[in-house]
């Protein structure tokens, strides 16, 4: 089996990578390989998309990639197993509104928006550790209970239109989609890779699904 981390230039890669292929190796579940060669992305078992930065910058560089084709294709019409990871769980939705208004893949009934608490006391970008509520079981969820604690690095945040496909999310002044699961993609806002034993069966949990 494996497993590809897409490179478009838009992700920190090697943490994510060195966990991925960790989990791999505990579970037996095959090879993970970063890679920005579209046919590696079209044999892949298993896509991750991470992204670091600004929406409409990953959204063009993503379009722009040798990979994006390939990777459409093994989701949409091929089924195969996906998982966004911060930016890359926000381009799954309809459109992203950060600083212009720049459309997602679509995959998820949900638009992206700039993170408003309430409270004013409460610092954006929302950055550190925050307790997770499952709303929905799922897999990907397996073993992680509300309360369990994750990593997060963001100021933008995915508004839900259909919260069927939120699965989890966390509290920082208002509700912040945390995981997002549609069919067979899903999407974590928070780092899973810097979320330590929570974050690790979460990876391992996506490594071993079949949707």
Same mark, same amino acid.
Request: net charge negative; glycine share 10%; with cysteine.
């Given at each position: 089996?494996?497993?590809?981390?897409?490179?478009?230039?838009?992700?920190?890669?090697?943490?994510?990578?060195?966990?991925f292929?960790?989990?791999?190796? @505990?579970?037996?579940?095959?090879?993970v390989?970063?890679?920005?060669?579209?046919?590696?992305?079209?044999?892949?078992?298993?896509?991750?998309?991470?992204?670091?930065?600004? %929406?409409?910058?990953?959204?063009? !560089?993503?379009?722009?990639? &040798?990979? %994006? @084709?390939?990777?459409?294709e !093994?989701?949409?019409?091929?089924?195969r197993p996906?998982?966004g990871?911060?930016?890359?769980?926000? $381009?799954? !939705?309809?459109?992203?509104?950060?600083?212009?208004?720049?459309p997602?893949?679509g995959w998820?009934?949900?638009?992206? @928006?700039?993170? $408003?608490?309430?409270?004013p006391? $409460?610092?954006?970008?929302?950055? &550190?550790?925050? @307790?997770?509520?499952?709303?929905?079981?799922?897999?990907? $969820?397996?073993?992680?209970?509300? &309360?369990?604690? !994750?990593y %997060?690095?963001?100021?933008?945040?995915?508004?839900?239109?259909?919260?069927?496909?939120?699965?989890?999310?966390?509290?920082?002044?208002?509700?912040?989609?945390?995981?997002?699961?549609?069919?067979?993609?899903?999407?974590f806002?928070?780092?899973?890779?810097?979320?330590?034993?929570? &974050?690790?069966?979460m990876?391992?949990? %996506?490594?071993?699904w079949?949707?």
């Amino acid at each position: 089996m494996l497993t590809a981390i897409i490179d478009y230039e838009s992700g920190n890669l090697h943490s994510a990578e060195k966990a991925f292929q960790r989990m791999a190796r @505990e579970l037996d579940a095959g090879e993970v390989v970063v890679t920005d060669a579209p046919d590696v992305v079209a044999r892949a078992d298993r896509l991750v998309l991470p992204g670091d930065g600004a %929406f409409p910058a990953c959204a063009r !560089a993503l379009r722009h990639s &040798g990979c %994006f @084709e390939a990777m459409v294709e !093994a989701v949409t019409a091929k089924g195969r197993p996906f998982l966004g990871i911060c930016v890359g769980m926000q $381009l799954m !939705a309809r459109v992203g509104h950060e600083y212009e208004e720049t459309p997602g893949l679509g995959w998820v009934d949900g638009e992206v @928006e700039k993170i $408003l608490p309430e409270d004013p006391s $409460l610092k954006v970008p929302h950055m &550190g550790w925050n @307790e997770l509520v499952i709303d929905r079981p799922h897999p990907v $969820l397996d073993g992680v209970k509300s &309360g369990d604690h !994750a990593y %997060f690095v963001h100021s933008y945040q995915m508004r839900m239109l259909n919260t069927d496909h939120r699965l989890a999310h966390v509290d920082y002044g208002s509700t912040v989609t945390a995981v997002v699961g549609q069919g067979n993609m899903l999407g974590f806002q928070f780092h899973p890779e810097k979320s330590a034993d929570t &974050g690790l069966r979460m990876i391992g949990n %996506f490594l071993t699904w079949t949707p």
